[in-house]
């Protein structure tokens, strides 16, 4: 079977590689259950995706189905777990041990499958010391750049307030973090060479809830 020369990075997008994350679950998923082989069409069927849209982005990377019998399940998710980087560990350090911070470090996708937490920073004296109920512990943010260094830290998530969350970027910049998932509601001015990914819940409810106000207007919206 021939393959494809790697994709330039520049031309596969953001929307591209969130498809890939979404069609790894689903293989997962089905070598969980013993499926050996999957056809596009059946995997748009299973899990409510677009089958012309898959063999799209899966062309991209190479070859990879054969025609009658579909995709092989096993290759196809190693496939994607090495195109997506996910073959390597990659060291996460949270910053914000409030209700939030605990919350990610005990979530299971957090701590699994390429990505380890090393452990959660904050500055108040009555959370350090402690652990998350996965045993992540609390340390001083003082410590910041030592715990970088040591554990050679690629990914920082802050998970501080609005006014903090600039600062504890820099920080995590100027310690050598190179990407950064914030979850403040704010927007962080950028560094060159520094990949800054925001989940922002609120924007989400706002969206819920223009749309349903043109539910309620009469006015017709595609779904996305």
């Keep these: 079977m021939t393959r494809r020369a790697a994709p330039d990075r520049d031309a596969v997008s953001e929307l591209t590689t969130g498809r890939l994350s979404v069609y790894l679950r689903c293989l997962m998923y089905l070598e969980t259950i013993g499926q050996k082989t999957v056809s596009s069409h059946e995997l748009a069927e299973r899990f409510h995706l677009n089958s012309a849209q898959i063999r799209k982005d899966l062309a991209c990377f190479g070859e990879f189905g ?20 996910l073959d390597r560990v990659r060291n996460v350090l949270i910053v914000g041990a409030g209700n939030l911070g605990m919350a990610l470090a005990d979530y299971r996708g957090f701590n699994s499958n390429g990505f380890n937490i090393v452990g959660m920073l904050d500055i108040d004296p009555e959370k350090v010391g402690r652990t998350s109920r996965s045993g992540v512990s609390v340390l001083p943010f003082d410590r910041l750049n030592d715990i970088v260094r040591t554990n050679a830290v690629e990914i920082g998530i802050v998970a501080v307030n609005a006014e903090s969350a600039q600062s504890v970027h ?34 989400n409810l706002e969206s819920l809830a223009y749309y349903l106000k043109n539910v309620e207007d009469g006015v017709g919206e595609e779904e996305d």
């Design 66 to 85: 054969t025609r009658g019998v579909g995709y092989n399940v096993e290759k196809l998710k190693e496939t994607l777990v090495r195109t997506l980087g």
């Design 170 to 203: 820099d920080a995590l910049v100027a310690a050598g973090v190179v990407a950064v998932l914030n979850f403040a509601p704010v927007q962080i001015r950028l560094r060159r060479g520094v990949k800054v990914r925001s989940v922002d819940l609120r924007i």
